[in-house]
T-cell receptor, first 113, second 115 residues
Framework: GNSVTQMEGPVTLSEEAFLTINCTYT??????LFWYVQYPGEGLQLLLK?????DKGSNKGFEATYRKETTSFHLEKGSVQVSDSAVYFC????????????FGTGTRLKVLA | ETGVTQTPRHLVMGMTNKKSLKCEQH?????MYWYKQSAKKPLELMFV???????ENNSVPSRFSPECPNSSHLFLHLHTLQPEDSALYLC??????????????FGPGTRLTVL
């Protein structure tokens, strides 16, 4: 079936460190891929998205590239800030046979000053 | 108001109470969703409405009853809940169901505690 797998957290980094959060997916068809972020006490917000292979989504210094050959959509940021501390969710939609959005379990990021 | 709003933000209820959660979207979308978010569990899809018709009822106990009176409003009626129903309940909306790169927009959630 369709699924999204994210690395287990929490991920703890010092400010200005490089961030990678891994995400791989299993899906039939041509899904769109998303990263959402959830800050404490809030709902999920779209961070970036990519709708086809080799597309790169980017926003607020975060980037992720849709890699069909490795079925991956890893999230990266060159220099994290304390304000980036949150839970990050990888998700897909538009897989064949389902209208559902499928989310990973989330990865908590903690950035220390 | 903009985006997706939810009320109340926090709710404490006893197991015999009846309460309702409200969601309103100001985005002109035609699909709305209820999710349950529990600690250390994946996001659970509960209900999906498209054009005000329910298209998904994901094996949710009958003590949760959704209502979608129009494309902008979604309710979740609660009665005789159990302590394990304590969670963050998130509402979301999208233009069309999943597909074509349409993202979901989420509300801030209602933190529900069942005593």
């Amino acid at each position: 079936g369709n699924s999204v797998t994210q690395m287990e957290g929490p991920v703890t980094l010092s400010e200005e460190a490089f961030l990678t959060i891994n995400c791989t997916y299993t899906a039939t068809g041509y899904p769109s891929l998303f990263w959402y972020v959830q800050y404490p006490g809030e709902g999920l917000q779209l961070l970036l998205k990519a709708t086809k292979a080799d597309d790169k989504g980017s926003n607020k210094g975060f980037e992720a590239t849709y890699r069909k050959e490795t079925t991956s959509f890893h999230l990266e940021k060159g220099s994290v800030q304390v304000s980036d501390s949150a839970v990050y969710f990888c998700a897909l939609s538009g897989a064949s046979g389902t209208y559902k959005y499928i989310f990973g379990t989330g990865t908590r990021l903690k950035v220390l000053a | 108001e903009t985006g997706v709003t939810q009320t109340p933000r926090h709710l404490v209820m006893g197991m015999t109470n009846k309460k309702s959660l409200k969601c309103e979207q100001h985005l002109g979308h035609n699909a709305m969703y209820w999710y349950k978010q529990s600690a250390k569990k994946p996001l659970e899809l509960m209900f999906v409405y498209s054009l005000e018709e329910r298209v998904e009822n994901n094996s949710v106990p009958s003590r949760f009853s959704p209502e979608c009176p129009n494309s902008s409003h979604l309710f979740l009626h609660l009665h005789t809940l159990q302590p394990e129903d304590s969670a963050l309940y998130l509402c979301a909306s999208s233009q069309g169901l999943a597909g074509g790169g349409n993202e979901q927009f989420f509300g801030p959630g209602t933190r529900l505690t069942v005593l």
